[in-house]
């Protein structure tokens, strides 16, 4: 039983290009949900996201990124022109859904390297 | 918005000794959830706490939750080198869906032999 799957684990690229992280879900998990950690901080809470359907953008910044889950594939955090700033590590949890009994099962994460 | 504050930030300890992080929250959480993460890992849910006042233990690790469900405890039992990571906890992060986890900033435990 295979769990979150993120990819790719490392990803570098320059000031100015684009950069799309790809994570699929548990078998069975419809709700996908994105989060981003600085070196040494907490999980911050990006994206939740249901097939088709962005449910909360809250954390998501205005400008440059956005994500996406369609009916079929995987979830895709896209981010256009990127900066330094945007050097971290990207989560990618899923879950069955939100009730109390259904913790957030997290992937292995993509590092991102901006240079 | 929502805060939750985890302490200490850093802790060291000697094998076998006990450690102990703290928990937080500017509002009253519905449920708290605890994580594990490895260095260059990635977050392994533990446990989840509910109920006023509730207790919960896993082998060496206890887990608490206030009475007033805004701070909860993670408790080691004689560490050991396994035990080395970082160690969250979150809540739920209200606002308009119920599914976001609102983390802590961690405390990094480090275990010298």
């Known amino acids: 039983n295979a769990g979150v799957m993120q990819n790719p684990r490392h990803l570098v690229r320059r000031r100015g290009q684009e950069a799309r992280l790809r994570c699929s879900p548990m078998?069975?998990?419809?709700?996908v949900y994105w989060y981003r950690q600085l070196p040494e901080e907490g999980l911050k809470f990006m994206v939740y996201?249901?097939?088709?359907?962005?449910?909360?953008e809250s954390g998501m910044p205005k400008e440059r990124f956005s994500a996406e889950f369609p009916k079929e594939g995987p979830s895709i955090l896209r981010i256009q022109q990127v900066v330094r700033g945007d050097s971290a590590a990207y989560f990618c949890?899923?879950?069955?859904?939100?009730?109390?009994?259904?913790?957030?099962?997290f992937g292995d994460g993509t590092r991102l390297s901006i240079l | 918005g929502q805060q939750v504050m985890q302490i200490p930030q850093y802790q060291h300890v000697q094998e076998g000794e006990d450690f102990t992080t703290y928990c937080n929250s500017s509002?009253?959480?519905?449920?708290i959830q605890w994580y594990k993460q490895r260095p260059g890992g990635h977050p392994v849910f533990l446990i989840q706490?509910?109920?006023?006042?509730e207790v919960k233990k896993q082998k060496r690790l206890t887990f608490q939750f206030g009475e007033a469900k805004k701070n909860s405890s993670l408790h080691i039992t004689a560490t050991q080198t396994t035990d080395v990571g970082t160690y969250f906890c979150?809540?739920?992060?209200?606002?308009?869906?119920?599914?976001?986890?609102?983390f802590g900033q961690g405390t990094i435990l480090t275990v010298h032999p």
């Open positions: 078998k069975g998990h419809s709700h």
């Open positions: 706490l509910v109920k006023s006042g």
């Open positions: 949890a899923s879950s069955p859904g939100t009730g109390f009994d259904q913790p957030q099962h």
């Open positions: 979150a809540g739920p992060g209200g606002g308009t869906s119920y599914g976001k986890l609102t």
């Open positions: 996201l249901q097939k088709e359907n962005i449910i909360d």
């Open positions: 509002t009253t959480l519905s449920n």
